[in-house]
Structure formats: C-alpha cells, structure tokens
C-alpha cells in the first residue's frame, strides 16, 4: 500500500494505507479462528489497536520526559501555589457574597 509520513512530538512515523488484497486475507484468516466469531467483525480495528498504538505513544511520552531541575521545580511550584490561592480567594467571596443574598431569599 501507499506510505504517508504522519508528525507527531518531532518525530515521524510511518503509517501504511492498507490495500483491499490485505483486507481480504485479514477477514479469511479471521473468520477461521475461534476468537474471532465470539468478537464482532472489526473488533480488532476499532479497538485493540488504537490502545496499542495509545499504549506505545504513552511510553515514547514517558520515555521522552525528563526530571525538573530545582529551579523549574520552585517555578511549577509557586505557580501552582498561587493558582490554589486565588482559587480560595474566589470562592471565599463568592461565599461571602451568597450568604447575605441566600438569608434575603430564603427570609431566615
């Protein structure tokens, strides 16, 4: 079949355009197994390989990443630590706000 060149993360994989003739001996051998009878006609395509091809992606991720140093660790750090404050601060006022609001509807 026909060879297209897919980017991904820098690097290039090869992916291969299947041709009907491969189709066809992929059907015939799978119809002469047990497993496939019990399993629906395209079980494998539509669902054992994308989680392959998921499952090495994720590992090539993994493979790829590397540990922060400390200053990049105290970045992430402090950046995170003030998104969790501004967070509290928000909902601390929207309470603040909401408690005067509920007693004047609910008439406690």
Do not use: W
């Amino acid at each position: 079949g026909n060879i297209f060149a897919v980017r991904c993360c820098g690097c290039v994989r090869r992916t291969y355009e299947q041709s009907p003739y491969s189709t066809a001996v992929r059907k015939q051998t799978n119809t002469n197994t047990k497993m496939a009878e019990a399993q629906p006609e395209g079980f494998q395509e539509a669902l054992i390989e994308p989680l392959k091809e998921f499952f090495k992606d994720s590992m090539h991720l993994v493979k790829r990443c590397t540990k922060p140093d400390r200053k990049e660790f105290m970045t992430i750090s402090q950046a995170t630590g003030i998104g969790f404050l501004i967070m509290g601060f928000i909902g601390f006022f929207v309470k603040l706000v909401h408690i005067p609001i509920n007693n004047i509807l609910v008439g406690n």
